[in-house]
């Protein structure tokens, strides 16, 4: 009889998915494709950057070959992790906005934008 109620209770609610592995971060990414832009073979570009073989082969075919993102260095125009973390410690230290904007090297702006959004 119990057997019968969870299978009941299973055909109720929906499948539980697998979120999947965790993609890695951008700059490693980028670093395996400027990898492979040197001519260097997936799985060399791959124990170089410290992810498996698969994930690499995946990339590239996924990919056609071609580098989906851009090779360059992000420029700076957003705020970093480190640098909202640094914000937010800041702020919470009771430090004014100009002051941090000055110890960031950031336009005032910026930081006040960031303290309205996380208060």
Do not use: C
């Not at 957003?78 to 800041?90: D, G, N, P, T, V």
Request: proline share 8%.
């Amino acid at each position: 009889m119990a057997r019968r109620q969870q299978q009941a209770d299973r055909a109720l609610r929906p499948a539980m998915r697998s979120p999947g592995r965790p993609m890695p971060a951008r700059h490693v990414e980028r670093a395996f494709w400027r990898l492979i832009a040197q001519g260097k073979r997936t799985e060399e570009a791959a124990l170089e950057i410290g992810v498996s073989t698969p994930v690499a082969v995946r990339w590239f075919r996924q990919a056609g070959g071609m580098p989906p993102l851009s090779l360059a260095e992000p420029t700076g125009r957003y705020l970093s992790f480190s640098e909202r973390e640094e914000i937010a410690l800041l702020k919470a230290q009771g430090h004014g906005v100009r002051e941090i904007a000055r110890e960031l090297r950031r336009d005032p702006g910026t930081i006040s934008r960031e303290v309205r959004r996380n208060p």
